[in-house]
């Protein structure tokens, strides 16, 4: 590298310091590249010989850091950040947030519940047993079978109570905002059955069911849980996105220091610095220095905007060329970014009305089930029952529909798809998203960095020429230039090269004075050119133009015409010239394009197919994109998309293949109608179990045999997506 | 008979035992970084070491 870029000074990361009332201060980072044993050893040796660090330990499962300090004084959390770069590992400041804090307790919860429900299932079955056999006309006396009737009474009732908590209480929010969810008979049933079942232990009756109503828990909560893991691992990869891209400015003291702040903390008038690779944080007006801004997540333009003195850049844009100094004319919250923001908000509250799977089939299950064993206690009892065999009988029917197969069939399907997705490098946010993308039919593609891979390429230059370049382009920074040396492959090196920020770069080539950049730099008058181009000559000699474009994903094609195959229509929105879309939808085959859109255009475009009956699937990586993200039926974005992009979209594809997009919907429609046969087959179950219970065709042994049953085929079933076909 | 009424209060109390094992590795956080506890093993602590031929 001929060019280093001025470094930056240790930052200033106090503003990240976590400060607990007594407690020491500590320091929460995301180290990159930690991957063994050596890493761990050396990382926390490294960090903790710091002056003023009390200990440091590292997560090597999340890649966290955490390093206390011995007091707030001598905290130094710069000096840290450096020590870690120099070892290799860079790290960025991380807060878990609240969020997070909660949903590792929901989960520690849930683990602790499930192995309760697990010990009680176990005990409870082994005093089942010998009830069982007695069914079956086995020798067992009446003292023995009171007997373990309550030894199991004794075992499963304090379990279920415990266990059953998470169902109780979610039971009882889900009542008290006048809905019933799937927790609600959940509850019902497993109260009744223990009630019912105590009142026949005391009255010597045949019939507990005390091992049915601790199984069902644990085979509910085993669905509970899987559902959670897949949420919070998607959370977590979430949240480590984010933190990479650490929302922070560096600010210019009145002193002259620099110092590195959380964006919130940004106020108008404030004086910041850009470096190189670096994104403008919020609006702002630049005070000094020359750059070259990509502006492409913003618009989709590839083609460098140029800045000097006085004109006002976008927050979002990333800094190409040149260190900024602007001066801050909004805050964060009121920055043009923050309308995109507020569009967002509203997509999501659009989404949020998305009713899931397991909702809508337990609002049919729940009145019928219900109303079934309300029927059979009354039509038992007006029969000539007796009020107990009648009540008997009712539960009966609760227990016998007992909704695990529900319970498990949703959770079990997502796990197995989000697992197959996740080894294709698709990340899944949540259950849900899956469950929309099924049902999408229409596929928009935002253009640059979807279709195409969002990065210049060299359209054209005899060869000769470009070697001749070569050497002054391999030694710059600027993106044109690195396409440009990357064509020309390995070689020589320019000497002598300054760069001119904004402008281009200058130096020696065998002696000779050589210039690459704007053509104005280069001595070629002006005439503004649209081409995202590049000048180069030598002193007093013939200029020669490079001509640059973004070139289309290697497997777009292929991917557009695998999805028109599956009966999906597809479309290009894109804020790009409407010449530079057609030129690459023509190429990935797309012939509904539209092009020069605004980020809101772009929403509302889709609102539009949507009221037109349309469920759309939104595939973009752009600022520009993020509102219309959030208000499609379900979005996907590329890994190398902004973190707003991320958050708005519900699944998140790494590598370079569109292929990806294809192969989530199929999983997603895999997983829908593996999720719809496990509800079919409940239900077919059902119809058989329910009337057999009515008539009391029912006893302890077949109601856990049936039981199991069910859930054993609904959770095989949902194993068959994990072995592609 | 009489062995059933010691026996089936062993299993149970055994099982309590598993349950409670299993709530204190939760309660130590013993499964937040099982990458971490496999590399750990390897690491040479400095005091403990023997002395090097």
Known sequence: MALTYELAPAADLTAFLKRRLGEKPSLDLLVKGARCAACLGKIERETAALPGVAASRLNLTTGKLTVSFDSLSSADPGAVVATLGRLGYPASPYDPGLAAEASEREGRRLALCLAVAAFGAMNTMMFSV??????????????????????????????????????????????????????????????????????????????????????????????????????????????????????????????????????????VGDRLVVRPGERIPVDGQVEAGFAELDCSLLTGEIRPVTLGPGTACPAGAINLSGVL??????????????????????????????????????????????????????????????????????????????????????????????????????????????????????????????LTEGRPELLDGPPSIVSLAAPLARASAHPLARALAAHAGPGETATDVVEHAGLGVEGRIGGRPARLGRAAFVGVPDCGSLETELWFGFEDDTKFRFRFSDRLRADAADAVAALKAMGLTVEVLSGDTPTAVARAADAAGIAQRRGGLTPIEKAEAVAVLQSGGHRVLMVGDGLNDTAALARADAAMAPGSALDASQNAADLVFSGDGLGAVVEALRVARGARRLALQNFGFAAAYNLVAAPAAMLGLINPFLAALAMSGSSLFVTLNALRLRTPR | MNIVMMLAPMSVFLGLIGVGAFWWTLKNNQYDDPAGDAARILLDDPEDSPPAI
């Open chain 1, 325 to 450: 100094r602007l001066r801050a004319l909004a805050r964060p919250e009121d920055s043009s970014l923050a309308a995109i923001a507020r569009l967002v908000e509203a997509g999501a509250q659009s989404k949020s009305r998305y009713v899931r799977l397991a909702d809508q089939a337990a609002e049919i299950y729940v009145p019928v089930v219900h109303g079934a064993a309300i029927l059979t206690f009354a039509a038992s009892w007006l029969l000539g029952l007796g009020p107990r065999e009648a009540l008997l009988r009712a539960v009966a029917v609760l227990i016998i529909t007992c909704p695990c197969a529900l319970g498990l069939a949703v959770p079990a399907v997502q796990v197995s798809a989000s697992w197959r997705l996740f080894r294709r490098g698709v990340l899944v946010k949540s259950g849900a998203a899956l469950e929309r993308l099924a049902r999408v039919n229409h596929v928009v593609f935002d253009k640059t960095g979807v």
């Open chain 1, 130 to 267: 010998p009830l069982w056999a007695g069914l079956f006309g086995q020798e067992l006396g009446p003292a023995t079978r009171v007997l373990m009737q309550w030894w199991c009474a004794l075992v499963a009732t304090p379990c279920a109570l415990y266990a059953g908590r998470p169902f109780f209480e979610s039971a009882w929010r889900s009542l008290k905002a006048r809905r019933a969810n799937m927790d609600v008979p959940i509850s019902i049933g497993v109260l009744l059955t223990l009630g019912i079942s105590f009142s026949e232990t005391l009255l010597r009756g045949r019939d507990a069911y005390f091992d049915a109503a601790i199984s069902l828990l644990f085979l509910l909560l085993i669905g509970r849980f899987l559902d959670h893991e897949l949420k919070s691992r998607a959370r977590s990869a979430a949240a480590d996105l984010l933190a990479l891209q650490a929302a922070s400015a560096t600010v210019v003291d009145e002193d002259g220091q620099e110092r590195r702040r959380p964006i919130g903390d940004v106020g």
